[in-house]
């Protein structure tokens, strides 16, 4: 209890005895976010034309080529029903008229089907054009492609080095986010997307650079960990599975807090599609 005290300074702590029922509500993961006609929007006329317009076009490419040669695996996959490789749907899109269940009826018939007589019975080409509806109306409006999407998560810490507690957070710079993503630079998106503000640049930090700003940190404490002993704090409890590490107060820019919320990136020097 004094521990605790210690720790939360002027907050009361208090302990109970009792039965207890542990609840996980969702756990961080891979994602992947559809695009949007509000994201798009805020796009440079020059992004749009060589980059989103162009791939959209080249899903057309691959869409018409898949439904010409009967491939309705590359087909589904291609629409984003297939098995649970669904992507995360920003606002602004349609309902969807259909059930799940339709969906994998009607892919389960397709693929099995070796004659290619079963698309055109009604209820299953039925289904088919409403998904092929959707998929061209999301195309048109909002460029065709994925984001990765993660758990928004604060750069909190906390360990025991030789017997004594150290903990902080807040302490990379606004603007420097830790995910793992393959460019340095991009936008983080949190839906809905009501202005450009609500677009926010960052520069994703490297795990050397992480580990050089932890170190200052913690030395500013008092600790002097060593090399090895930062690198396991990084991995164990900055990198996580599916996570996206922000300061606080650029959290706020855009309404995020740490309450599981879900975030996409827009990542820089690429069209940010994923196949």
Request: proline content about 4%.
């Amino acid at each position: 209890m004094r521990s605790l005290r210690s720790l939360l300074g002027d907050q009361q702590a208090h302990s109970y005895r009792g039965p207890l029922v542990l609840g996980i509500r969702d756990v961080s993961r891979d994602l992947q976010f559809r695009s949007s006609y509000t994201v798009v929007e805020h796009a440079p006329e020059e992004s749009i034309e060589l980059e989103i317009e162009r791939h959209a076009l080249e899903q057309i490419e691959k869409l018409q080529a898949a439904a010409r040669d009967g491939d309705f695996t590359e087909l589904f996959r291609l629409l984003g029903t297939s098995e649970a490789q669904r992507a995360i749907e920003g606002e602004g899109d349609p309902g969807p008229e259909y059930t799940s269940v339709e969906n994998t009826v009607v892919e389960a018939v397709l693929k099995a089907d070796a004659t290619g007589y079963m698309v055109k019975h009604p209820f299953v080409n039925k289904q088919l054009q409403r998904l092929l509806a959707k998929w061209a109306y999301w195309v048109c409006t909002s460029g065709g492609f994925l984001m990765p999407g993660f758990t928004l998560a604060d750069d909190g810490y906390l360990f025991l080095d030789q017997g004594e507690i150290f903990w902080g957070s807040d302490w990379i710079p606004p603007e420097r986010t830790i995910a793992s993503l393959t460019g340095r630079e991009g936008l983080l998106v949190r839906y809905p997307v009501r202005m450009k503000e609500d677009l926010l640049p960052f520069t994703n930090l490297t795990a050397r650079e992480t580990v050089e700003l932890l170190g200052e940190q913690l030395r500013k404490n008092g600790c002097q960990a060593t090399e090895g002993r930062l690198l396991d704090l990084v991995d164990q409890q900055l990198s996580l599975k599916g996570t996206l590490i922000l300061h606080s107060e650029t959290a706020k820019k855009n309404g995020g807090d740490y309450d599981f919320d879900q975030v996409c990136v827009v990542e820089g020097g690429e069209e940010g599609a994923r196949d």
